[in-house]
Nanobody
Framework: VQLQASGGGLVQPGGSLRLSCVAS?????????IIWFRQAPGKEREAVSC????????WDADSVKGRFAISRDNAENTVYLQMNSLKPEDTATYYC?????????????????WGRGTQVTVSS
């Protein structure tokens, strides 16, 4: 039972990336709340975007609002994070997490399902 994030890489400021997160060992039913977290070196882990398994709404941190968008394809058991207009301060390791009927957003300690992160580096 795990989540596997992918799609990270090196991108120039202003560029775009789409992260994917595939669940294995379980099905990402619509009642799962999905949260993307990120952690930069020397900084605390922070929630970036989430999709609520309770009411279907989405939430984005102020730092990424209007630039990032979370989406999910339950048929493919996959969650996405579209990241546009990337900035150097978006550089971090990004993790996808899931929790049955979890709050959106939520503390990372409350998320039951985690996966290995994917590194995003925004630099010229």
């Amino acid at each position: 039972v795990q989540l596997q994030a992918s799609g990270g890489g090196l991108v120039q400021p202003g560029g775009s990336l789409r992260l994917s997160c595939v669940a294995s060992g379980f099905t990402l039913e619509s009642f799962f709340t999905i949260i993307w977290f990120r952690q930069a070196p020397g900084k605390e882990r922070e929630a970036v975007s989430c999709n609520s398994g309770i009411d279907g709404r989405t939430w984005d941190a102020d730092s990424v609002k209007g630039r990032f968008a979370i989406s999910r394809d339950n048929a493919e058991n996959t969650v996405y994070l579209q990241m546009n207009s990337l900035k150097p301060e978006d550089t971090a390791t990004y993790y996808c997490t899931a929790e049955r009927m979890g709050e959106c957003p939520n503390d990372w300690q409350r998320m039951s399902y985690w996966g290995r992160g994917t590194q995003v580096t925004v630099s010229s």
